[in-house]
């Protein structure tokens, strides 16, 4: 009887550190959920935890990448200041890959985007002509104000809502978005509207991008470029195999205004291609 003391001290101490334990964890569950969002969309989660961890090791060493660190003081100054990509007119990709997409631009490059933003700003101001396809009402109508304010009349943003999968016929839904319920379908067959060969630059960095990749491929000049932001999502593999044959580059690192490091890759189209 003489241990209870030390036996009731010990009960206590368990107890406090369990309930730190749950309550850091409560707290910790909606970062938590914003990481496996990112990672994989809201309806792709893997239930192993290992992959969650792998994934988020693989997005860690992005912030030490060598193209990257000479970026550093500028992600800085990004993050204290107010501004958004919207704001400031910029895309919101890594650095590297930024100086890489200017270098590829002309002002008579006809572009294609999927998901619209500051990255459409940016590229009105330095492409021929712009066509940009967004899936939100909202935010739609902002991207237009902006380019209004801005006097940019070279660039077209498409409205394009997700269809519901029971009003295609067959129930097709090849279009899907991890995101979102519904069929892209009509977001992404946006691309069947240009002739093959006629597009200097598509940037996919939108909704059902595996689907984009492949459709807007052929569009592409001999020597044009094909961009997919935050390429290091698994769920893109497989898309990405169908390009093996033509030449890449990746860049990956810091981006502006985030917090979040992210891996941009791009193709060039073979001189002939299939």
Not at 32 to 56: C, H, Q, S, T
Not at 177 to 189: D, K, L, N
Request: aromatic residues 10%; proline residues 7%; glycine residues 6%.
């Amino acid at each position: 009887m003489e241990n209870l003391p030390t036996v009731r001290l010990s009960l206590a101490k368990f107890a406090a550190a369990a309930t730190v334990v749950l309550v850091a964890f409560r707290a910790l569950r909606p970062s938590i959920a914003k990481v496996r969002n990112a990672l994989y969309g809201e309806r792709a989660r893997p239930a192993n935890p290992l992959p969650l961890i792998f994934d988020i090791a693989k997005l860690v060493t992005l912030y030490f990448r060598a193209d990257s660190v000479r970026y550093l003081p500028v992600w800085l100054a990004s993050l204290r200041s107010r501004k958004s990509p919207l704001t400031s007119q910029m895309p919101w990709i890594p650095y590297p890959a930024l100086d890489y997409l200017q270098q590829h631009l002309s002002r008579d490059a006809t572009v294609l985007e999927y998901g619209s933003g500051g990255s459409t700003l940016w590229l009105a101001k330095r492409a021929g002509t712009v066509t940009t396809v967004e899936h939100d009402a909202t935010w739609h109508s902002m991207v237009e104000q902006k380019l209004h304010c801005h006097s940019l009349h070279n660039c077209t943003v498409l409205l394009r809502a997700p269809e519901p999968v029971g009003a295609i016929s067959g129930g097709d839904n090849r279009y899907p978005s991890a995101r979102m319920e519904g069929s892209f379908r009509a977001y992404v067959q946006v691309a069947e509207t240009f002739a093959d060969g006629s597009l200097d630059v598509v940037l996919v960095d939108g909704r059902s991008r595996e689907a984009c990749l492949q459709a807007a491929a052929s569009k592409l000049k001999p020597g044009g470029i094909l961009m997919l932001d935050d390429s290091y999502r698994g769920r893109y593999d497989a898309a990405m195999r169908h390009l093996d044959n033509w030449p890449r580059k990746e860049f990956g690192g810091v981006r502006p205004y985030s917090i979040s490091p992210s891996r941009t890759t791009f193709w060039v189209r073979p001189p002939s291609t299939p």
